[in-house]
């Protein structure tokens, strides 16, 4: 979540038709996100994680100098995930609504993380050409250094610097998540109209937990991070009154990312386990600490050899004296 060698094998297992310098990799990530931040298109793609493939529809369009998106599934329950500047909204089938933060945008939101500065423990390959949703494209690997990330293999658009297919791959180049659009229109014409909200009968979200909590107190560390991951302001939030707070840490390496929670269980009996579907891993842990007994949930897109040594090293304190 062992050796380099078989990290680096995402980039040697088959033979490189191109290999671009690597300023001119990251130019060409450079010009996919501002693709994929600037243009109106909309289309159809299929999104396969683990197991499961279902076939969405995206409409995207910048309007006023503000994003708008709109993700559709087309199969199965009705699901849908709209964006409308800074807000992201989730809208499930009962009709009660997710607020979410731009990075859980749904399977597009890869190209938004591509558009920062990726990190030292990767390289970019440019890996030759191809062809998706009959246009043509140029392949593009992001391959890790060390075993503690994925690897990603991506197809732009040669046209318009759309990312047209993405995925997540092991260190055996084995896909564990792919988006790959179908039928893709460039230049549709899309108003505010194609981005409405429908009514929501109600509203699923943690509350925030007040200062004066006493689990304000708490302060969540890791022991072991992989190189390159750094931690995000710990968050807490209460799903209701008669719950105990669940603390959310995030950490990123500004492309791979996990997130651990930790609530207390004081003397409950509380399932611990390992459970995996396609790129994501879930690890739950019962912890005693000297300031109580908690389960502690690591999620997220790493290896689960990561993801354990990682929460092994978990230690939930008192941060004031």
Request: net charge negative; aromatic share 6%.
């Amino acid at each position: 979540m062992m050796l380099r060698v078989l990290a680096l094998s995402l980039s040697l297992c088959t033979p490189l038709v191109a290999l671009a310098d690597d300023s001119s990799a990251h130019n060409q990530l450079q010009a996919m996100a501002e693709a994929n931040r600037s243009l109106n298109y909309t289309g159809r793609f299929l999104y396969q994680f683990g197991a499961e493939i279902s076939t969405m529809e995206v409409s995207h369009a910048v309007i006023d100098g503000r994003q708008y998106q709109r993700l559709t599934h087309l199969d199965g329950r009705l699901v849908e995930v709209i964006r409308r500047g800074d807000e992201v909204l989730c809208l499930h089938p009962d009709r009660s609504l997710t607020r979410l933060n731009s990075q859980q945008a749904g399977p597009l939101a890869l190209g938004d993380r591509l558009a920062s500065d990726l990190p030292e423990q990767y390289n970019i390959l440019v890996d030759g050409d191809g062809r998706v949703a009959g246009r043509h494209a140029t392949r593009m690997r992001v391959a890790p250094l060390d075993t503690h990330r994925y690897g990603y293999r991506l197809w732009l658009d040669q046209e318009s610097r759309l990312l047209l297919k993405s995925e997540i791959v092991d260190g055996s180049g084995v896909a564990l998540e792919r988006v790959e659009f179908v039928t893709l229109t460039l230049s549709p014409q899309l108003g505010l109209d194609h981005f409405a909200v429908p009514e929501a009968r109600h509203e699923k979200a943690l509350a925030p937990v007040a200062e004066s909590h006493p689990s304000m107190k708490l302060a969540v560390t890791p022991e072991w991070l992989p190189a390159g991951f750094r931690a995000m302001k710990q968050d807490w939030r209460q799903a209701a009154t008669d719950r105990a707070p669940v603390a959310a840490r995030g950490f990123s390496d500004g492309l791979a990312a996990f997130t651990v929670f930790v609530e207390a269980i004081g003397e409950n009996s509380v399932e611990e386990g390992v459970s995996r579907v396609g790129p994501t891993v879930a690890v739950s842990r019962r912890l005693a600490a000297p300031s109580g007994v908690y389960l502690v949930t690591l999620v997220g897109e790493v290896p689960q050899s990561t993801a354990l040594r990682v929460i092994d090293g978990i230690s939930v304190r008192d941060s004031q004296p």
